[in-house]
């Protein structure tokens, strides 16, 4: 197996897979969208990780050790890391902390020429916190929460909480948790799920299972025998038993999901890697609230406070990538800007873009590029008049609007170059971060003493060395290059 790579043959491993992987990444017309993803390893050990979104290639771990993660730090391991790549990097994609807000307004200042948006999927999970579990404080040490002005899902908000203490329950015990499962297997269901604590994408998950194994839970607590147990235990049962029997038990449970269901869609979409950022503005502006406000369920009080939230997480996650995408996709036109200022500010963005992060704009470039930007609105005009096929290759994603800007893109020279960056950086890191799970399978607890450099080189062969089927002339899936370590 390729874990049991050691001494000179990981090195050797190492090296062919590199050299190929550069060779790639310094291809002509090559772009490099960076993600990062921090977390701990199998020790806790703060590592940092890097991969290149546009082509699922990983690039490097880093371990912090205890280095504080401020704006300036994020910023300059950013640098080093582009200036370390080969090839033509046109930002990269990071999570919405204030930190990474700041370490972009560094680079921004830096790199005038790249760009740097907010990953969308963190921005939608906060949405689902914001519906769901809004920022809670306790008055006077005492358990009463406070929540926000004006939020009208406090009853929403304590259901989930019971529908998490059921789920909880039947885990913690095996008679009922294996009863359960036996029903649903029977059944052709799936378990329950628990949502994960920092993924609010998974609580629609949760509330479905949920729904599917209703009648089932419903038959369980109904038992003659449920209540049983000492005082305490004897409580806890009644607890979940009033929650699985309440009238309004499914009701809710499909309230809810209505709810979540518009903002899960987009998670999912967004955590492909070939999502163009234009689609953000897309989502956030037309789409989400135009959904939320087909929700029959809702009253007016709560479809605005919904509405208001998805403003603001558009407007915490909004990035100079996003309002230029939305622009320079053909596939859209600009009367989808909410406002007039709006939009001046985009284009005035497009127009001041540099040749490079050392040379500054000029008054004959700025008119080549408002001339080219006229142009391209001119030929999205005549595409959407005549709805014909083209249109409806690019609406049908037979072809991407980054080969639309490739291929298409020739009569607009100056307006090609920014738009070939725009639409090779990624909307989302959470593509990436599924092949950042890969790093916590090599170093398992069985393998927890593998050195930092070690893991990182195991990680950047295992990952990269498929991009085909063979790299550098070598086939590594057999065992040819492995010893026991």
């Not at 993803?37 to 205890?66: H, Q, R």
């Not at 040749?355 to 030929?379: G, H, I, V, W």
């Not at 393998?447 to 590594?476: A, C, F, H, Q, W």
């Amino acid at each position: 197996m390729i874990f049991a790579l050691a001494n000179k043959y990981l090195d050797i491993c190492y090296h062919e897979v590199k050299e190929e992987t550069d060779r790639r990444l310094g291809a002509p017309d090559t772009q490099v969208c960076l993600t990062t993803d921090g977390w701990s390893d199998v020790n806790m050990e703060p590592v940092v990780n890097y991969m290149n979104a546009t082509m699922s290639v990983f690039l490097d771990s880093k371990y912090t050790e205890a280095q504080a993660h401020t704006a300036e730090w994020i910023a300059k391991d950013l640098e080093d890391t582009m200036a370390a790549l080969p090839a033509n990097v046109c930002g990269a994609c990071t999570d919405n902390t204030a930190a990474n807000k700041g370490a972009w307004k560094i680079l921004e200042a830096k790199f005038p020429t790249k760009l740097f948006p907010g990953c969308v999927c963190h921005a939608l999970n906060l949405l689902v916190k914001d519906i769901f579990g809004p920022g809670k404080t306790k008055l006077g040490g005492n358990d009463v929460p406070r929540y926000p002005n004006g939020y009208p899902f406090e009853h929403l908000a304590n259901f989930v909480d019971s529908c998490k203490d059921v789920i909880r329950f039947i885990r913690n015990n095996g008679q009922l948790k294996s009863a359960l499962s036996s029903l649903q297997k029977a059944n052709h269901l799936g378990r329950l799920v628990m949502p994960a604590p920092t993924r609010w994408c998974t609580l629609q998950q949760c509330l479905v299972s949920l729904h599917e194994s209703e009648s089932l839970l419903h038959d369980l607590v109904s038992a003659r025998d449920f209540i049983t147990g000492s005082a305490d235990q004897r409580l806890r049962r009644m607890a979940v038993k009033e929650t699985v029997t309440a009238v309004d038990f499914v009701s809710k449970l499909e309230h809810c999901i209505s709810i979540l269901s518009p903002i899960d869609k987009w998670i999912k979409i967004f955590q492909s890697d070939r999502v163009p950022v234009s689609e953000v503005f897309d989502a956030f502006v037309h789409q989400l609230p135009h959904a939320i406000g087909d929700i029959w369920s809702l009253n007016l009080h709560e479809s605005k406070y919904i509405v208001a939230a998805v403003k603001a997480r558009w407007e915490f996650v909004y990035g100079d990538a996003h309002g230029v995408g939305y622009l320079l996709d053909p596939r859209f036109v600009d009367s989808g800007f909410d406002s007039m200022e709006f939009k001046e500010d985009v284009v005035d963005f497009v127009v001041n873009y540099p040749p490079s992060d050392t040379a500054p704009s000029t008054n004959s470039r700025r008119d080549a590029l408002s001339r080219d930007l006229k142009e391209f609105q001119k030929y999205c005009l005549k595409l959407h008049s005549a709805k014909g096929w083209r249109l409806e290759e690019l609406k049908s994603k037979k072809k991407t609007v980054a080969e639309f800007w490739m291929l298409d893109g020739q009569a607009w020279p100056l307006l090609r170059e920014l738009a070939l960056r725009v639409f090779n950086l990624v909307a989302s890191s959470a593509a990436s971060e599924r092949n950042f799970s890969m790093h916590g399978f090599i170093q398992s607890k069985k393998r927890n003493r593998l050195s930092p450099s070690t893991v990182t080189k195991l990680m950047y062969i295992k990952t990269n060395y498929n991009l085909d089927d063979e790299v550098g002339g070598k086939d590594y899936s057999s065992d040819e290059y492995t010893n026991s370590e």
